[in-house]
């Protein structure tokens, strides 16, 4: 199994551009999770998905960020416009069983917004 | 003027040393937690897991104890090794009515000396 796929690894880009991260997971899974990590903040949960429904998306900072699942394979998450507050490592997981198993991590998006 | 980010407590143990990563967690009605490495570059990965209603749960090489009385987890590494130099977070499971929420503590970096 080739793992969570996230693309792109690096995003570089300017403040006030959309910027779209892309995550495909693991074959079979049912739940995936789009978490952000920060030296400040560390990881946080942004928001989760079951059977490609939204089902808490309090994590979201605010109305700029946007999160979709269309099908089973394939999960966007959107920041329109970005910020340079916005610059972290953005993580897709998935999982089987809910909380009660363990999660697969992808290797992970750096963005950068200038 | 500079960022202050958080600060990961540091382990520094020597070769072939058995290591001891404490983590406190802060939800009593947490009944799942998850010890995950992070390596620089890279996505959390899995290690260990353990539900509430046992005390100890053991791997290859990792034991996890939990202390539900003061809400304690640790992860115990025997005979550590230079490609445990990583990053180290517990997570738990706050029951905040979703089943799949996890909440990651901050992380201890593991440094293994030879």
């Known amino acids: 199994d080739a793992g969570v796929i996230q693309s792109p690894r690096h995003e570089v880009t300017e403040m006030g551009q959309e910027v779209t991260l892309r995550c495909k997971p693991i074959?079979?899974?049912?739940?995936l999770f789009w978490y952000r990590q920060t030296m400040m903040r560390g990881l946080e949960l942004l928001i989760y998905?079951?059977?490609?429904?939204?089902?808490?998306d309090s994590g979201m900072p605010e109305d700029r960020f946007s999160a979709k699942m269309p099908n089973a394979s394939f999960s966007t998450l959107k920041i329109q416009p970005s910020e340079p507050r916005d610059s972290a490592v953005y993580f897709c997981?998935?999982?089987?069983?809910?909380?009660?198993?363990?999660?697969?991590f992808g290797p992970g998006t750096r963005l950068t917004v200038l | 003027g500079e960022s202050v980010g958080l600060h990961l407590p540091t382990l520094s143990v020597q070769e072939g040393d058995n290591s001891i990563i404490n983590c406190a967690y802060s939800?009593?009605?947490?009944?799942?937690f998850i010890w995950y490495k992070q390596e620089s570059g890279k996505g959390p990965q899995f290690i260990i897991d353990?539900?509430?209603?046992?005390d100890k749960r053991q791997g290859q090489r990792v034991t996890v104890l939990l202390n539900k009385t003061v809400k304690h987890l640790s992860l115990q590494i025997a005979a550590t090794q230079p490609g445990d130099s990583a990053v180290y977070f517990c997570?738990?499971?706050?029951?905040?009515?979703?089943?799949?929420?996890?909440?990651f503590g901050t992380g201890t970096r593991l440094q293994v000396t030879l």
């Open positions: 353990i539900r509430s209603n046992m």
């Open positions: 997570a738990e499971n706050p029951l905040t009515g979703t089943a799949s929420k996890l909440t």
């Open positions: 997981a998935s999982s089987t069983v809910g909380g009660y198993n363990e999660q697969f």
């Open positions: 998905f079951n059977n490609n429904v939204p089902i808490d």
């Open positions: 074959s079979g899974h049912d739940y």
């Open positions: 939800n009593s009605a947490s009944d799942y």
